[in-house]
């Protein structure tokens, strides 16, 4: 992870670099500010830097060997800390690293609930338990295994359970030669006055609209117009603005899957409405029921067109140009049939039920419900 992929945050950056170049490093450093405004990338970019064998004005080589490990996030004497699951046999976060060094291969601006998808930990609080911390005082009893830096970095500390607080707090008051630990946190003020004391703080501002449309335009070749309008609502976070992308580009595949089953119906194709039943099969559960309220949405929308006024309807321009041909098949007599189906279905995709059948057994209802 390279200084240069990081977005902004310029300051930061010459202050850790600095750091290096003295030779004055900070056995622990606190980095806190909210989500999205790169602590994670940071925290690894600093990392690479430390454990370089030959970094140039305080910056990684990108070369040498440590650096090339680092490419994977697997450097031996590179530690991580992450929220685990909170359950009795308290599973360690190594457990957990494969998954944890893929998620961040595909983004080192961590989305904390993509994360919690990842371990499976979504209904519950995952917390960073007292055997992590057993296991990270226990990595750093040894010594270097390449000889420099040893490195440790916990993602979300405000997560540290009473117990393991303890445990790290010992590492702190007695920081082994050579180590740096960056603790990092969305919410300093949730933690233990006793660790915050022991560290030195490098607070992160959210990122400006600015920052986050160039950052779009440059990783993610996006019109600048569309940049601005989802830099505009990201709250300073690029994980917020990567995930609009995302929502972006659900919502224009929904319209055009719910304009050609409309079509599909109206012909009364059934050879290519189950061709649709099974392209709509191969999505998870979740973006299937987000489809289903999405027709609901445009049922919704279809039927008020009708009425003619547009301060009520909330559609986008091209939802609402195919409006003008389809809003009267929407009518008093077939509205609330279509809105059951679609609720109905969005209930069995829930309950797992094959969900080819759930598409296909709804694509035919709209036939005889679409000429009411
Ligand atoms: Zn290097």
Not at 342 to 368: C, G, H, P, W, Y
Request: hydrophobic share 40%; glycine share 4%.
């Amino acid at each position: 992870m390279l200084y240069s992929s990081i977005i902004a945050q310029e300051g930061i950056k010459e202050r850790l670099r600095r750091q290096i170049v003295t030779g004055r490093v900070p056995h622990a450093q606190l980095f806190s500010g909210p989500e999205g405004c790169g602590k994670l990338p940071m925290a690894l970019a600093f990392a690479e830097a430390l454990l370089c064998q030959s970094p140039v004005d305080g910056n990684p080589c990108g070369e040498c060997h440590s650096c090339k490990m680092m490419k994977n996030f697997e450097h031996p004497d590179l530690h991580f800390l992450f929220p685990n699951k909170k359950s009795a046999d308290e599973t360690l976060s190594t457990s957990h690293l494969r998954t944890w060094r893929e998620e961040l291969k595909q983004s080192p601006y961590l989305d904390t609930k993509r994360w919690y998808a990842a371990m499976g930990t979504e209904n519950q609080q995952p917390i960073i338990n007292v055997k992590d911390a057993a296991y990270l005082s226990d990595a750093l009893s040894l010594t270097a295994q390449q000889g420099g830096f040893r490195v440790v970095i916990i993602w979300h500390a405000e997560l540290i359970n009473e117990q393991a607080a303890n445990k790290i707090l010992k590492v702190l008051e007695e920081p082994p030669a050579k180590t740096v630990m960056m603790l990092l946190t969305d919410a300093p003020e949730r933690l233990l006055s006793t660790i915050t004391s022991r560290t030195q703080a490098i607070e992160f501002p959210a990122l400006t609209t600015t920052e986050i449309q160039q950052a779009l335009v440059t990783h993610h070749g996006m019109a600048e117009e569309m940049a601005l309008s989802i830099s505009r609502n990201a709250n300073g976070s690029y994980i917020q603005a990567v995930n609009l992308i995302q929502i972006n580009e659900d919502t224009s595949i929904f319209f055009d899957l719910f304009v050609q089953l409309m079509r599909k119906c109206y012909m009364r194709d059934i050879k290519e409405m189950q061709k649709w039943s099974e392209l709509v099969a191969e999505w998870g559960r979740e973006k299937q029921k987000n489809f289903l309220r999405y027709c609901q949405h445009m049922v919704r929308e279809n039927f008020i067109f009708n009425f003619q006024q547009p301060e009520l309807n909330y559609m986008a321009n091209n939802e609402r140009e195919f409006s003008t041909r389809f809003s009267p098949f929407i009518n008093e007599r077939n509205v609330i049939g279509i809105m059951e189906e679609l609720s109905l279905a969005e209930r069995d995709i829930t309950q797992n039920v094959n969900s080819k059948m759930v598409f296909f057994d709804f694509a035919l209802k709209m036939i005889v419900l679409l000429i009411k």
